[in-house]
């Protein structure tokens, strides 16, 4: 099964994550399919916490691909910062 979700870069105490694509039997921070954004939870001044690649984050759930809990929550927060904006 292909799943979105999380995986760690960044140093001890600084993490940031990336958004990927990637078959649900690889292994945490291994080979991906695609990048579909960043979360950086640490972002101070004008760093952005949250990119997101929407239409493509769409087309992956449109052909099976299931999104983890935590992605799932960000990909709902920047729904609603675009429709807000």
Do not use: C
């Amino acid at each position: 099964m292909v799943t979105i979700r999380l995986t760690r870069r960044g140093g001890r105490n600084a993490p940031f994550y990336h958004v990927v694509v990637t078959d649900s039997r690889k292994r945490q921070g291994g080979q991906t399919l695609e990048q579909v954004g960043y979360f950086n939870p640490i972002a101070r001044g004008k760093d952005r916490r949250l990119e997101l690649d929407l239409p493509r984050i769409d087309y992956w759930t449109g052909v099976g691909a299931q999104m983890s809990d935590r992605v799932s929550a960000l990909v709902k927060s920047a729904r609603g910062q675009a429709a807000a904006a």
